[in-house]
C-alpha cells in the first residue's frame, strides 16, 4: 500500500493564480482531511469529507474548495491564490469512528504564493 | 474539545527515556487522549491513544492520571530519530466535525547523543 500520497510536492504559484492540489489514499478509507500547518504553528484543519460526495467546513475554509468526487481522491482548490496561502498542506484519511481512532497523513505539498 | 497544555520543548539524551508531560484538566468523559508525532518536514504520525487506563505498544506507553486530567508520553529508550515535535490532543471517539484533530504548538522533543 502506498498509504496517502500528495501532488504535487512542492508549488510556486503568483498571486491570483489557481491551481488544485490531489491527494489519494489506498486505504479504503471514508475520512479524508485537509490542513494546512504555517511555519512554527500546529496543523489546522481546512475541509474535510466523511465519504464520496460530501464535503464539509473545518477550522479556516476561506479561500479553498474541495471535492470528493471518488472516495479514493481529496482534492483542494485554491481559485485565486493570495501570499497568506503561503504554507504546508497535509492531507490524511481515516476509517469513520468505532473502527480505529488513527489518522494516515500525506507527506505534504509546500505551496508558495509570491 | 478540551484544551491541552505542554512545555514547548524538552531535551533527552539518548538510550535514556523521555517523559513528555501534557495537562488536560478540561478533559471530558468521553474523550480520548491521542499523541502524534511531526518530525521535521514530514506528515504527523499516529503513537498512541488511551481514555482512561495506560496503554503501551511498540511506540510508547502512555500513563493517565486517575482524575484523567494530566497524561505522560513515554518513550522507554530514546534514539535520535525519536527528535520531533510531539503533539497531546483531546477528542470524543467521534464528533461532528468527521473526528477532526485539534493541534496545538507540541512539544518540540530534541534527543541528543
Known amino acids: 500500500n502506498a498509504g496517502v500520497t500528495q501532488t504535487p510536492k512542492f508549488r510556486v504559484l503568483k498571486t491570483g493564480q489557481s491551481m488544485t492540489l490531489l491527494c489519494a489514499q489506498d486505504?479504503?478509507?471514508?475520512?479524508m482531511y485537509w490542513y494546512r500547518q504555517d511555519p512554527g504553528m500546529g496543523l489546522r484543519l481546512i475541509h474535510y469529507?466523511?465519504?464520496?460526495?460530501?464535503?464539509a467546513k473545518g477550522e479556516v475554509p476561506d479561500g479553498y474548495n474541495v471535492s470528493r468526487l471518488k472516495k479514493q481522491n481529496f482534492l483542494l482548490g485554491l481559485e485565486s491564490a493570495a501570499p497568506s496561502q503561503t504554507s504546508v498542506y497535509f492531507c490524511?484519511?481515516?476509517?469513520?469512528?468505532?473502527?480505529?481512532?488513527?489518522?494516515?497523513f500525506g507527506p505534504g505539498t509546500r505551496l508558495t504564493v509570491l | 474539545d478540551a484544551k491541552t497544555t505542554q512545555p514547548p520543548s524538552m531535551d533527552c539524551a539518548e538510550g535514556r527515556a523521555a517523559n513528555l508531560p501534557c495537562n488536560h484538566s478540561?478533559?471530558?468523559?468521553?474523550?480520548?487522549v491521542y499523541w502524534y508525532r511531526q518530525i521535521h518536514s514530514q506528515g504527523p504520525q499516529y503513537i498512541i491513544h488511551?481514555?482512561?487506563n495506560n496503554e503501551t505498544n511498540e511506540m510508547a506507553s502512555l500513563i493517565i492520571t486517575e482524575d484523567r486530567k494530566s497524561s505522560t508520553l513515554i518513550l522507554p529508550h530514546a534514539t535520535l530519530r525519536d527528535t520531533a515535535v510531539y503533539y497531546c490532543?483531546?477528542?470524543?471517539?467521534?464528533?461532528?466535525?468527521?473526528?477532526?484533530?485539534?493541534f496545538g504548538g507540541g512539544t518540540r522533543l530534541m534527543v541528543k547523543p
Open positions: 490524511a484519511s481515516s476509517p469513520p469512528a468505532g473502527r480505529m481512532h488513527e489518522q494516515f
Open positions: 486505504m479504503n478509507h471514508e475520512y
Open positions: 469529507s466523511v465519504g464520496e460526495g460530501t464535503t
Open positions: 478540561t478533559i471530558s468523559g468521553n474523550e480520548y
Open positions: 488511551g481514555l482512561k
Open positions: 490532543i483531546v477528542r470524543p471517539t467521534y464528533n461532528n466535525a468527521g473526528n477532526m484533530l485539534t
